[in-house]
């Protein structure tokens, strides 16, 4: 009970949430030119698109406009020149009715926003900022809500230098707070590590929690696989397409799948396995971001295989690639788990005549159903060579304890009874420790290898 109430406390409400309100909102794409800082596997165009996506996963959110500025240097002060920031802000002040520009950058510091917002007269957000409250809005367990609140400490972090160098600029210089021997920001400071340390800790309560539950599976030897993949590329419905999950409702927007879920499903062999569904990625993530969750994406490393989702319509599925990729190495995930991985290209059903340009990479339709039976005969192998699994057939006698031992200690599929010999043809999915200790329980029994 005492954790519960302190589990409260920390999910209380967040001084950063931007509120259920209605938001009009201005999306404004700086435009690098030319330089080291331009991207050469996108556009701002295509920036500003998935921009706008982000807004329109916000209820009660509207795009009033969409404005591309260019600039030379987006890490400056004001991000654009004077001549640009000053079109900017003429556009922006002249659109009716707005309340919140959504600078379609990483970061900005505390200082910048504020001096935008005296600027524009509106809220201005970042798209760090958007996409913790697209979290925000989305996460359903404690442990989601947990780790939005860890992302957070950097920006209330940053928030409290800003408020007090204000405070210091209004009264000429820091104040103890009431006779403490602690200034304002030491103590405020001091608040934000104790939160943080809270946060972490009970994190890794449900971790611990978490890594039981692994055991647990791993007794019973389900093989698991994570299907990962930039945001909005099917995943969930990739997964209900093969486990034929029912209650599993995907919906066509960003991040709508915030928290590991896992779920059944049988392989060609009749094999039973575990797919768990994983939070998507996006460009541009701030490190912090990323962090935060990794408790969530620790548990890709403890699965068997990664599946690796692509949606191949999008204009930027090869940036979206180099996103997935580059977020797996930074996890330090087993070599042998990347090695392996398995390259999907899902909606092939909206391009005519889809040939895979990648090696080895399966071309689907999870709406569809198309590819999905290539795509399970291929996780099968994997799984079994990942595993040390065999599939093989054993003739055993069934006045013995051989199709007992085989029931206990290994996954049986098929039994066809022979009775003019008292005997029966088992076909099971067995792995190479317990096949070691078959042999030698059981040396007249005989084998057959497929």
């Not at 913790?132 to 920006?155: D, G, M, V, W, Y």
């Not at 290994?410 to 039994?415: A, L, M, R």
Request: charged share 25%; with cysteine; glycine share 6%.
């Amino acid at each position: 009970e005492e954790d519960e109430a302190e589990l409260e406390e920390l999910l209380g409400p967040s001084p950063l949430a931007v509120g259920p309100g209605a938001q009009r909102v201005a999306v404004v794409q700086p435009a690098v030119k030319w330089g080291p800082r331009k991207s050469p596997l996108t556009t701002a165009e295509l920036q500003i698109a998935e921009a706008v996506a982000l807004v329109d996963t916000l209820q009660n959110w509207t795009v009033l406009d969409k404005i591309i500025i260019p600039t030379k240097n987006p890490d400056k002060k004001f991000i654009f020149g004077k001549g640009n920031f000053q079109v900017l802000t003429e556009k922006i002040k002249k659109l009716p009715h707005v309340t919140a520009v959504f600078l379609n950058v990483e970061r900005i510091s505390s200082l910048t926003k504020k001096e935008l917002e005296d600027a524009w007269g509106v809220k201005v957000f970042d798209r760090y900022a958007v996409v913790l409250h697209i979290f925000r809005c989305n996460a359903r367990t404690k442990e989601a809500k947990l780790q939005i609140a860890l992302a957070e400490i950097p920006l209330l972090r940053s928030n409290l230098k800003n408020e007090v160098s204000q405070l210091d600029q209004q009264r000429g210089g820091s104040r103890y707070v009431m006779g403490s021997g602690e200034t304002f920001m030491e103590t405020q400071n001091r608040i934000l590590k104790e939160k943080e340390l809270k946060i972490r800790n009970a994190l890794e309560k449900l971790r611990r929690k978490r890594s039981l539950l692994r055991t647990q599976r791993r007794k019973r030897e389900f093989p698991i696989i994570s299907v990962m993949g930039y945001t909005n590329c099917g995943k969930t419905t990739l997964i209900k397409a093969l486990t034929g999950e029912a209650g599993l409702q995907p919906r066509d927007q960003l991040f709508a799948t915030l928290d590991i879920t896992a779920h059944a499903g049988y392989l060609p062999s009749h094999m039973a396995v575990i797919y768990v569904d994983t939070i998507g990625f996006l460009t541009d993530l701030p490190h912090n971001l990323v962090e935060s969750f990794s408790a969530t994406l620790e548990e890709v490393a403890y699965s068997d295989l990664i599946v690796h989702v692509r949606d191949v319509t999008h204009p930027e599925a090869i940036l979206q690639k180099a996103t997935v990729l580059s977020v797996l190495k930074n996890l330090n995930l087993p070599s042998h788990l990347l090695d392996s991985m398995v390259e999907v290209h899902n909606k092939v059903d909206l391009i005519e005549r889809y040939k895979p340009t990648e090696e080895n990479a399966l071309a689907i339709s999870a709406l569809h159903g198309h590819g999905l039976e290539e795509l399970k005969e291929e996780i099968e192998k994997k799984i079994l060579a990942a595993t040390g699994k065999k599939i093989l057939t054993v003739n055993v006698n069934l006045e013995g304890p051989q199709l007992s031992w085989l029931y206990k200690e290994s996954t049986v599929q098929e039994v066809e009874v022979l009775p003019e010999d008292g005997a029966a043809r088992v076909k099971v999915i067995i792995s190479n420790s317990a096949f070691g200790r078959y042999k030698n329980l059981f040396p007249s029994s005989k084998i057959f290898m497929p």
